[in-house]
């Protein structure tokens, strides 16, 4: 899932260039055996690669492994925005589908993205899954708060962690139900800024919350709020998990090299760094770097 092209004219709809992937993200990987590279991931791939456009998109399926690229953009005709997305086959490069929505309001995007995460799934997946929780159950019905939570998540991939904090805070002073912003504030402090007191009582909340979140965003947490606890190795073995369930995502390999190698294990840190996707600036990021752990 790329990064979406903003064709409205409009700067304050920016934000949506990386908030609309990750809403499809997000309720696409509640269909089983669908994986979705995360956005941190992808930025990872593309930061590597140095593409961008479909040629870039193609080139990072393929190094991940993925069977398609999603490419999309939207436009606003007048209170309305328009979101269109193209599927791209990742080893010809030929366009599968292409589907689209209209939302009549913008206000009610995280309500109506749904419809269009289902007609990509039937596409990529046409096997579904049990789960068919709306997004707005799954992350957050205030699209304010979203807004905030998806500039977080940019501020804290270009390794702003105070700014990203900010942002995160702002997203849970709109809902304070928003159990994701709540994870990436304690995430922030206690995973790559290795501030542990401040991070476990964020990490503490959204673990209590987190049934209500896909299995992806459960089996971060789970790993985040074992550092945060000091549990070595209860976040070895969420990470261990993670690698199994996840294995074209990068940093439950990091992690557990920086775990094992905590625990005077460095072979075998090695064995693990060396097994994930290969990312030169992972270690580089605030977002994913061995910090702590």
Same mark, same amino acid.
């Given at each position: 899932? !790329? ?5 409205s004219g ?10 609309l992937p ?5 309720? =696409?990987?509640?269909?089983?055996? !669908? ?10 791939? =593309? ?9 870039? %998109? ?30 791209? &086959? ?12 209209? +939302? &009549?309001?913008?206000?009610r995007v ?9 007609? !990509? ?7 579904? *899954? ?21 500039? *977080?998540?940019? @501020? ?37 800024? %290795?501030? =542990? ?10 673990? #209590?919350?987190? *049934? ?7 089996? #971060? ?11 070595? @190795? @209860? ?40 097994? *994930? ?10 977002? +994913?770097?061995?910090? @702590?752990?």
């Amino acid at each position: 899932m !790329l990064r979406f092209e903003n064709r409205s004219g409009q700067r304050d709809l920016d934000w949506l260039c990386d908030g609309l992937p990750d809403m499809l993200a997000t309720t =696409l990987s509640r269909s089983p055996g !669908l994986g979705v590279l995360s956005r941190e991931q992808a930025a990872l791939w =593309l930061g590597r690669i140095g593409g961008s456009g479909l040629e870039g %998109a193609l080139e990072l399926a393929r190094r991940s492994h993925a069977q398609a690229a999603i490419m999309g953009s939207f436009a606003s005709i007048g209170d309305s925005l328009r979101i269109d997305t193209r599927i791209y &086959d990742a080893r010809t490069g030929a366009m599968l589908a292409a589907e689209s929505i209209t +939302v &009549d309001k913008l206000e009610r995007v995280l309500t109506q993205i749904d419809f269009l995460s289902i007609r !990509l799934a039937a596409r990529v997946a046409p096997k579904g *899954g049990d789960d068919h929780r709306l997004l707005a159950s799954l992350m957050t019905e205030n699209l304010e708060a979203y807004r905030y939570y998806s500039l *977080g998540l940019a @501020q804290a991939e270009g390794m702003h962690t105070d700014e990203a904090v900010r942002m995160f805070h702002k997203a849970v002073a709109l809902d304070p139900n928003f159990a994701m912003a709540y994870a990436r504030i304690g995430y922030a402090y206690a995973v790559p800024g %290795a501030r =542990l007191a401040e991070g476990r009582p964020y990490l503490e909340k959204a673990f #209590h919350m987190s *049934g209500r979140l896909t299995e992806k965003d459960r089996r #971060h947490i789970v790993a985040w709020y074992a550092i945060a606890n000091q549990d070595y @190795q @209860q976040a070895i073995r969420a990470y261990s998990e993670l690698a199994a369930a996840y294995p074209n995502e990068t940093e439950p390999y990091y992690r557990l090299a920086g775990l094992l190698r905590r625990r005077g294990c460095a072979a075998a840190g090695a064995r693990h760094r060396s097994r *994930g996707p290969q990312t030169a600036e992972h270690a580089e990021r605030s977002s +994913v770097g061995d910090g @702590q752990a």
